[in-house]
């Protein structure tokens, strides 16, 4: 009580008392705290308790108000005396020991005012950043301290400024034989060393002229104070104060302190604190000196705090989660994992432990996102290597259909959520491997996961392999080349699905029809004699339907006309298995403005990979190679002609998963998927032809199904909602396989059009 009150009186007579130049000033309040070290025989009263804040706070005041009334850059002669009198060596000093209680707290606040509030750049200085880097060995070492919120303020601020100034980063690298050197010395700050500090200066804070040996003795005592003050450990004997121990479960390298101290304090048990402590990180990890990212990822814990808390958090969720609450739990932003069960009226068993989990990884994600470049190859390595080969492949192998839909479906929504192109990169490589040669039926095993996940689309059972053909579609439509390449392009490159023959003069000239030369004409095939004027549409109908021709895009280039592809599709099913044209809304027209716009969205992600306009010279081909067309879409078709006897849910997955491969603006995907006149190889397969056997199974079960038109215009109805459910019908699944093949068509027939009509052509 009496100290607060002596407190209030000299405040009261600072305010009457005539205003003093402000070096005199600055020095005033200095001597005042170190008077108190003198004079005090108390060392268990409360820094509060003390006029030590108040005097702090007034020194800092000082200091922005000279620098207010100088020219920007120009030191002052209290911010000289600041740094030549090593005013922040003392105060780190006494902040280590914490003498008198709390003096820590109010050691790092004046650091972080200071850093923050003075303009000019006081990193630079050796007597500035040497006390900041020991102060900052001092953050982190005991979590849930009363000092945390202190240390994570200092943390930051020390963060925005190396942010500001890159290169001040390499005064944090620490040479660690040196400080390993230092930690081995012990030294002692007494009573004297405050007086030595005091006697070199005269009331004004000038240094005084000290004759002879006297001289020499202060010069010798002030070399020597900074070098007692460097010390990593010391104590206060004359007030019987000792320092905290190190703490023993420190990380080993301790070469970037700024880092390892923010990688504690994200173990806080405070979430704002931890929070804060990421944003430090993201900040460090986005600096551009070379020096720094190479101690970041090879001298610290980063990759290995980022990994094991995600193995951690993956590890703690429940063994079966649905699939449904995965793929819809909202949005997650790793700065603001607040959730409460309590306000939540959508929770569902493992919400808390989901939402934690996936708001990490977007924490990493990001991460990596803004780091440095070797920084990120680093960290999406470890994360790589560490959580999604270590943990999560383990989990996607195995054997338990639960577990593996819960997996399969927490891949998906890590697909779906990754934004880094460095830790895509790395996902890629973990679902599908990193080989790009062709692939051969006997070597289809040779990366074990790619070819179970590949495996899973063709499930027993029905939900794993939607879950995992989700996977692979929004897989597809992630902006990275190696993607569709080592799933569907290398095994086209050589265009050995198609028949090869020399070209003859005859055969140079296109028939008058538009048909190429050696082209199936499928007029003539079985499947096809229902064809007739009144079935199909001509070229000018289809183009008053489509998106406008832009004027640089020529005409016909001797590819098969773009209305004979559109018709082969549309004609593909019979007109009694048909059911579009009985309900409105339902034409073609209404995917050829999704076809269009999603083909291009497909072109702005591709553009950077530079794609060839025109297929590969058939004579630059090794057209002698066995075809196969990978394992992939050897699955999808597999699934593709059983459309007819599979559940409704799965048709929709498998067709929508083909009609985004045949969206990619590659000449050889369109060839091979989109060209119904394409002259295929002996014993090769193509998207149309499986489609055409398809549907000659189709002709024939029709036949055995009485009033199959109406049954299957009411299933139609029914799926559109337009009919109330009623009795079940028979053939249930037939007729729904029948209506999905008819869209399919028709989608087909749209991505043809538009491709043809909106790329430009070489």
Same mark, same amino acid.
């Given at each position: 009580?009496?100290?607060?009150?002596?407190?209030?009186?000299?405040?009261?007579?600072?305010?009457?008392?005539?205003?003093?130049? /402000?070096? $005199?000033?600055?020095?005033?309040?200095?001597?005042?705290?170190?008077?108190?070290?003198?004079?005090?025989?108390?060392?268990?009263?409360?820094? &509060?308790? &003390?006029?030590?804040?108040?005097?702090?706070?007034?020194?800092?005041?000082?200091?922005?108000?000279?620098?207010?009334?100088?020219?920007?850059?120009?030191?002052?002669?209290?911010?000289?005396?600041?740094?030549?009198?090593?005013?922040?060596?003392?105060?780190?000093?006494?902040?280590?020991?914490?003498c008198?209680p709390?003096?820590?707290?109010?050691?790092?606040?004046?650091y972080?005012?200071?850093?923050?509030?003075?303009?000019q750049?006081?990193?630079?200085?050796?007597?500035?950043?040497?006390?900041?880097?020991?102060?900052?060995?001092?953050?982190?070492?005991?979590?849930?301290?009363?000092?945390?919120?202190?240390?994570?303020?200092?943390?930051?601020?020390?963060? *925005?400024?190396?942010?500001q100034?890159?290169?001040l980063?390499?005064?944090?690298?620490?040479?660690k034989?040196? *400080?390993?050197?230092?930690?081995?010395?012990?030294? @002692?700050? &007494?009573?004297?060393?405050?007086?030595?500090?005091?006697?070199?200066?005269?009331?004004?804070?000038?240094?005084?002229?000290?004759?002879?040996?006297?001289a020499?003795?202060?010069?010798?005592k002030?070399?020597?104070?900074?070098?007692?003050?460097?010390?990593?450990?010391?104590?206060?004997?004359?007030?019987?104060?000792?320092?905290?121990?190190?703490?023993?479960?420190?990380?080993?390298?301790?070469?970037?302190?700024?880092? =390892?101290?923010?990688?504690?304090?994200?173990?806080?048990?405070?979430?704002?604190?931890?929070?804060?402590?990421?944003?430090?990180?993201?900040? /460090?990890?986005?600096?551009?000196?070379?020096?720094?990212a190479?101690?970041?990822?090879?001298?610290?814990?980063?990759?290995?705090?980022?990994?094991?808390?995600?193995?951690?958090?993956?590890?703690?969720?429940?063994?079966?989660?649905?699939?449904?609450?995965?793929? &819809?739990?909202?949005?997650?932003?790793w700065?603001?994992?607040?959730?409460?069960?309590?306000?939540?009226?959508?929770?569902?068993?493992?919400?808390?432990?989901?939402?934690?989990?996936?708001?990490w990884?977007?924490?990493?994600?990001?991460?990596?996102?803004?780091?440095?470049?070797?920084? *990120?190859?680093?960290?999406?390595?470890a994360?790589?290597?560490?959580?999604?080969?270590?943990?999560?492949?383990p989990?996607?192998?195995?054997?338990?259909?639960?577990?593996?839909?819960?997996?399969t479906?927490?891949?998906?929504?890590?697909?779906?959520?990754?934004?880094?192109?460095?830790?895509?990169?790395?996902?890629?490589?973990?679902?599908?491997?990193?080989?790009?040669?062709?692939?051969?039926?006997?070597?289809?095993?040779?990366?074990?996961?790619?070819?179970?996940?590949?495996e899973?689309?063709?499930?027993?059972?029905? $939900?794993?392999?939607?879950?995992?053909?989700?996977?692979?579609?929004?897989?597809?439509?992630?902006?990275?080349?190696?993607?569709?390449?080592?799933?569907?392009?290398? =095994?086209?490159?050589?265009?050995?699905?198609?028949?090869?023959?020399?070209?003859?003069?005859?055969?140079?000239?296109? @028939?008058?029809?538009?048909?190429?030369?050696?082209?199936?004409?499928?007029?003539?095939?079985?499947?096809?004699?229902?064809?007739?004027?009144?079935?199909?549409?001509s070229?000018?109908?289809?183009?008053s339907?489509?998106?406008?021709?832009?004027?640089?895009h020529?005409?016909?280039?001797?590819?098969?006309?773009?209305?004979?592809?559109? =018709?082969?599709?549309?004609?593909?099913?019979?007109? $009694?298995?048909k059911?579009?044209?009985?309900?409105?809304?339902?034409?073609?027209?209404?995917?050829?403005?999704?076809a269009?716009?999603?083909?291009?969205?497909?072109?702005?992600?591709?553009?950077?990979?530079?794609?060839?306009?025109?297929?590969?010279?058939?004579?630059?081909?090794?057209?002698?190679?066995?075809?196969?067309?990978?394992?992939?879409?050897?699955?999808?078709?597999?699934?593709?002609?059983?459309?007819?006897?599979?559940?409704?849910?799965?048709?929709?997955?498998?067709?929508?998963?083909?009609?985004?491969?045949?969206?990619?603006?590659?000449?050889?995907?369109?060839?091979?998927?989109?060209?119904?006149?394409?002259?295929?190889?002996?014993?090769?397969?193509?998207?149309?032809?499986?489609?055409?056997?398809?549907?000659?199974?189709?002709?024939?079960?029709?036949?055995?199904?009485p009033?199959?038109t109406?049954?299957?215009?009411l299933?139609?109805?029914?799926?559109?909602?337009?009919?109330?459910?009623?009795?079940?019908?028979?053939?249930?699944? /037939?007729?729904?396989?029948?209506?999905? /093949?008819?869209?399919?068509?028709?989608?087909?027939?749209?991505?043809?059009?538009?491709?043809?009509?909106?790329?430009?052509?070489?």
């Amino acid at each position: 009580m009496f100290s607060k009150f002596t407190s209030i009186l000299q405040h009261a007579v600072e305010a009457l008392a005539p205003s003093l130049p /402000l070096q $005199e000033d600055f020095v005033y309040h200095w001597k005042a705290i170190t008077h108190y070290y003198i004079e005090t025989s108390d060392d268990k009263a409360p820094v &509060t308790d &003390t006029n030590i804040p108040s005097h702090l706070e007034q020194m800092l005041d000082i200091l922005v108000q000279e620098e207010n009334e100088r020219e920007s850059g120009e030191t002052g002669p209290c911010m000289e005396y600041l740094l030549h009198h090593k005013i922040l060596e003392t105060l780190y000093t006494l902040g280590k020991a914490d003498c008198p209680p709390g003096m820590k707290q109010q050691v790092l606040a004046f650091y972080t005012k200071l850093l923050g509030r003075i303009r000019q750049p006081l990193l630079p200085h050796i007597n500035v950043h040497r006390p900041v880097q020991k102060l900052i060995r001092l953050c982190g070492e005991v979590l849930a301290t009363p000092t945390e919120n202190e240390e994570i303020q200092f943390l930051c601020i020390v963060c *925005a400024k190396l942010k500001q100034d890159p290169y001040l980063v390499n005064f944090f690298l620490e040479n660690k034989l040196k *400080a390993m050197a230092l930690q081995g010395s012990a030294s @002692v700050i &007494t009573e004297d060393m405050i007086k030595d500090q005091e006697s070199v200066t005269t009331d004004t804070g000038q240094p005084q002229e000290v004759p002879g040996a006297a001289a020499a003795e202060h010069m010798e005592k002030e070399d020597e104070l900074p070098q007692q003050a460097e010390e990593l450990s010391f104590s206060l004997d004359e007030l019987n104060v000792t320092s905290s121990p190190e703490c023993s479960t420190a990380c080993p390298n301790q070469d970037y302190n700024l880092v =390892n101290s923010l990688l504690n304090l994200t173990k806080s048990p405070d979430g704002r604190i931890a929070v804060k402590a990421c944003e430090g990180l993201m900040l /460090l990890v986005s600096l551009p000196e070379p020096a720094a990212a190479k101690c970041l990822t090879q001298s610290t814990c980063l990759c290995e705090l980022l990994t094991d808390r995600l193995a951690t958090l993956y590890k703690a969720l429940p063994q079966s989660l649905d699939p449904l609450d995965i793929e &819809t739990v909202e949005a997650i932003n790793w700065g603001l994992d607040s959730y409460s069960h309590k306000e939540d009226a959508s929770a569902f068993p493992g919400k808390r432990a989901l939402i934690s989990f996936l708001s990490w990884f977007d924490y990493c994600d990001q991460l990596i996102k803004e780091a440095q470049k070797m920084t *990120a190859v680093a960290m999406a390595r470890a994360v790589r290597e560490r959580f999604f080969i270590d943990v999560m492949e383990p989990q996607l192998m195995q054997t338990s259909e639960i577990g593996i839909l819960t997996s399969t479906a927490l891949l998906h929504r890590i697909v779906r959520q990754v934004t880094s192109d460095v830790l895509l990169q790395e996902l890629v490589y973990f679902i599908l491997g990193e080989h790009r040669e062709p692939e051969t039926l006997t070597d289809i095993n040779r990366h074990p996961l790619r070819h179970r996940l590949i495996e899973h689309c063709d499930h027993i059972s029905d $939900e794993i392999s939607i879950m995992t053909l989700r996977m692979f579609e929004h897989l597809l439509q992630k902006p990275n080349e190696h993607i569709l390449y080592n799933l569907v392009l290398r =095994n086209l490159e050589e265009r050995n699905y198609m028949e090869y023959k020399p070209p003859c003069q005859e055969d140079k000239d296109v @028939v008058e029809n538009g048909q190429i030369a050696g082209a199936v004409d499928l007029e003539e095939d079985p499947l096809f004699t229902d064809l007739s004027p009144d079935n199909t549409l001509s070229a000018q109908e289809w183009l008053s339907a489509s998106p406008p021709v832009s004027p640089e895009h020529p005409k016909n280039d001797g590819k098969t006309e773009v209305h004979k592809i559109v =018709n082969s599709f549309l004609c593909l099913v019979p007109d $009694e298995a048909k059911s579009s044209y009985h309900v409105e809304g339902t034409g073609y027209d209404t995917y050829l403005r999704d076809a269009h716009r999603q083909f291009r969205d497909y072109c702005v992600i591709c553009l950077r990979w530079e794609w060839p306009g025109s297929p590969r010279s058939l004579e630059k081909c090794n057209l002698e190679a066995s075809f196969f067309e990978g394992h992939f879409l050897k699955v999808l078709f597999e699934r593709m002609g059983r459309i007819l006897d599979q559940p409704y849910d799965v048709n929709l997955q498998v067709t929508s998963v083909l009609s985004k491969l045949s969206l990619f603006p590659h000449p050889h995907i369109h060839e091979y998927l989109l060209d119904p006149y394409v002259n295929l190889a002996s014993g090769c397969k193509s998207l149309f032809s499986v489609i055409v056997r398809v549907v000659g199974d189709l002709m024939v079960r029709i036949q055995r199904i009485p009033e199959f038109t109406p049954k299957l215009l009411l299933v139609r109805k029914r799926l559109l909602g337009l009919e109330p459910e009623g009795p079940i019908i028979d053939h249930m699944t /037939l007729l729904e396989g029948v209506i999905v /093949l008819e869209e399919f068509c028709k989608e087909l027939a749209a991505i043809a059009f538009v491709k043809y009509h909106t790329s430009a052509t070489p």
